[in-house]
């Protein structure tokens, strides 16, 4: 099965935007769709992109999210940071009857 | 609204076992695959495994296949997680989540999560 490789940690000012990647280790990107999850400490995932670019209803349009086939890679943007995006985010993929997150990006809003 | 509560977590020696249960309600719980995943401490998310909205079809991570089984009672809107020959690496928060409708594989709702301890 593949993997799906993200940043440690990424970390911007408020009101900046922030690009957070997830590449595919094999296997095309585009064959299964990519979702994102927003996860504060101590709080259940909250889903914040699904379809690639997708959001959920009650997510701000502040996010965004897209592929790029010729990176292999996905990406979740988030604009006009604030404070309170301060959280893990996940990708999360799928491929013969088989879920696969990836390792986790820990945003810092500074 | 949409609401899964997830139970049965607790300490179990290594070896042991285990059995959660996640409550559904607010939806047509039959319509749905469900899935688990697992968070250790400090640690990414695990997908553990899935389940169709009538359960004949399932599927689970190679960590936990033979371990682990993964039922629901429709008549009681509950998904269950059979946990056996527990390891002290099983130690993790677990979450049941609804997969959203369509052909997108994504988890729409979560549960909190309940805690797995596995410790001699």
């Known amino acids: 099965n593949f993997m799906l490789t993200q940043p440690h940690s990424v970390s911007e000012s408020p009101g900046k935007t922030v690009t957070i990647s997830c590449t595919r280790s094999s296997g095309s990107i585009a064959t299964n769709y990519v979702q994102w999850y927003q996860q504060r400490p101590g709080s259940a995932p909250i889903n914040v992109i699904y379809?690639?670019?997708?959001?959920p209803s009650g997510v701000p349009d502040r996010f965004s999210g897209s592929i790029d086939k010729s990176s292999n890679s996905a990406s979740l943007s988030i604009s006009g940071l604030k404070t309170e995006d301060e959280a893990d985010y996940y990708c999360q993929s799928y491929d013969t009857s088989t879920w696969v997150f990836g390792g986790g990006t820990k945003l810092l809003v500074l | 609204q949409v609401h899964l509560v997830e139970s049965g977590g607790g300490s179990v020696k290594p070896g042991g076992s285990l059995r959660l249960s996640c409550a559904a309600s607010g939806f047509n719980f039959s319509d749905y695959y469900m899935i688990w995943v697992r968070q250790a401490p400090g640690k990414g998310l695990e997908w553990l495994s899935y389940?169709?909205?009538?359960?004949?079809?399932?599927n689970s991570a190679d960590s936990v296949k033979g371990r682990f089984t993964t039922s629901r009672d429709n008549t009681r809107n509950s998904l269950f997680l059979q946990m056996n020959s527990l390891r002290v690496e099983d130690t993790a928060v677990y979450y049941c989540a609804r997969v959203r409708d369509g052909y997108s594989n994504s988890a729409d709702y979560w549960g909190q999560g309940t805690l797995v301890t596995v410790s001699s």
């Open positions: 379809d690639d670019n997708q959001r």
């Open positions: 389940i169709s909205g009538s359960g004949p079809y399932t």
